[in-house]
């Protein structure tokens, strides 16, 4: 699909590339891991033809279809759906077209091409993608620009999908997306089509939608086949053969060297002396291999002890304005809690989470927050809380004002801010490091309690077992907004979900809930083997699924009567000399093929749904 041969650029004077090569297979699900700042993002504009290389080539096949998520989401009075089906430019041209095409030769050409694409059930695919990624029918219909940023470029993910291009670039795909558009996103990318080339720093979609990783590091890519786990155990396998050869030739040419300096200068020993430096030249000891650095985090340490409980509500309320987005919200924080708060958007983490810092005020009931209290609040919105035109080091002086520049770039340094990037102003230091900055900043005076709504968004995969780490170590309370099931599993040890207006405990881990929201139906409880039915309770199971028996019939009977109907005017199209009537008839035999071929689909669709349904019945 893709090969790079060769490849050098840079960028302001700094080489992201050199002389880097690597082949990108057709049909290939692959994912780009590498450093944040690294140029990740970069190759995707040379892929795509936006910036130039400054030397090698990039040979991709003629008719391949490049897609990536828009750089700007759309924000107009046309609906989601419309916006998402308008992405499907060739199906878009077509029906244009065929609105105004007389030449009976080119109709059928359209009409043809339309059949093809499958555009006759682009609506409903449409409309699928949307709702895995959290767009309910009512919203579909909705116009753009009522939705927020986020969502917005959700719209713009969908788009990219639904026009399945031949080569899917997505630069960090789940940032818009909660915990379970990324379980649907896993699922849809593990069977797409065509090839995926994808940026991501999330190790569960890299295990579970890849089969191969790109690795970007000292300006070099490197292909490994496997998903994430396979490639980090690769990878590691090889640093540690590499270093054990290097060690092995160093010490080959020390023991050579010895010998050197012991008889260069004695003439019975000249010749043997000159023999093993020539030997000495040619061994060459490979050059270590070792991680690039990942600059750790760490977080003071609560300045007092709080209080237990932290925080309680009782029947607490919540929302802006007039609405109300929670209700009934009865529940307690204590010091040692690790919550991790899921559910799908919209349904009021982000509001809880500013609930609890303090950003918005209790609508009604009881909200008891310790008096000596402090909380620190991450989250993308309090990006804004940074002084673009600053440095990080004119942000500690804020801070820090008797203190010494040293001292102020101490703390930096804990931060895990280079010290180039201290004297970097704020709006051109890297998404990851402005989450550093502001989660440096925010937690300076040592909270209680930190909340972390989507914090690893702009981290590398090094950066968030970094954050792992630091969250581990630190002794206050957190709760955790995130779509990062690693980052949940490694430091929470409670589920609690957003749902239905309110805030509750989770009382199930979350591979099951996981299970839950990914199944059509809710799993069956109760345990041990089946057992023999009675007669009364078999001839209840017949009853029962007897209509469902008679649904599928039907919709077979209807599947065979459609494809009859299809074979016919297929038959008809076949004929030279239809070509050469009147247009009139050419248009009605595209359009009713048209039709059937949508009806064919919709009801394939709903006998396989029976079918499952019946599957599940007969095993219950």
Known sequence: MLTINNLTYRIQGRELFEDASVVLPTG???????????GKTTLFHLIQGHIGADSGSMELNKKARIGAVAQEAPAGNESVLDVVLAADKERTALLAEAETATDPHRISDIYTRLADIDAYSAEGRASAILKGLGFEQDRQNAPTHELSGGWRMRVALAGVLFSQPDLLLLDEPTNYLDLEGTLWLEKYLATYPYTVFMISHDRDLLNKSVS???HLEHRKLTFYKGNYDTFENTRRLQMELNNKSREKSLDQIAHLQKFVDRFKAKATKAKQAQSRMKMIEKLKPPAAMFDEYAAPFKFQ???SEPPTPMITLDGVSAGYGDKTILRNITTRIDPDD????????GNGKSTFAKLLAGDIAPMGGRFNKGKKLEIAHFAQHQMDKLQPEWTPLEHMVDLMPKDNEARRRSRLNQMGLTTSRMDTKAKNLSGGERARLLMGIITFNGP???????PTNHLDIDSRDALVHALNDYEGAVLIISHDRHLIEATCDTLWIAEGGTISELDEDL??????????KEPKGGGGGKGKLSKQEAAARRAEVAPLKTSIKDAETKIGRLKVEIDKID????????YNGAPDRLIALGRDKARFAAELE?????WLALSAELEDAERA
Do not use: H
């Not at 290939?28 to 690294?38: C, H, P, R």
């Not at 591979?511 to 059509?520: K, M």
């Open 212 to 214: 191969s990783i790109i």
């Open 602 to 606: 919709t009801t394939e669709e709903q």
């Open 338 to 345: 690790r919550i991790a708060l899921i559910g799908v958007n």
């Open 28 to 38: 290939s699900k692959t994912g780009f891991v590498g450093k944040n700042g690294t």
């Open 511 to 520: 591979d099951t809930y996981q299970r839950n929201i990914t199944s059509t």
């Open 571 to 578: 038959t008809q199209l076949a004929d030279p000399k239809v």
């Open 448 to 454: 209680g309690m930190m909340i972390l709504d989507e």
């Open 301 to 303: 340490q609560p300045g």
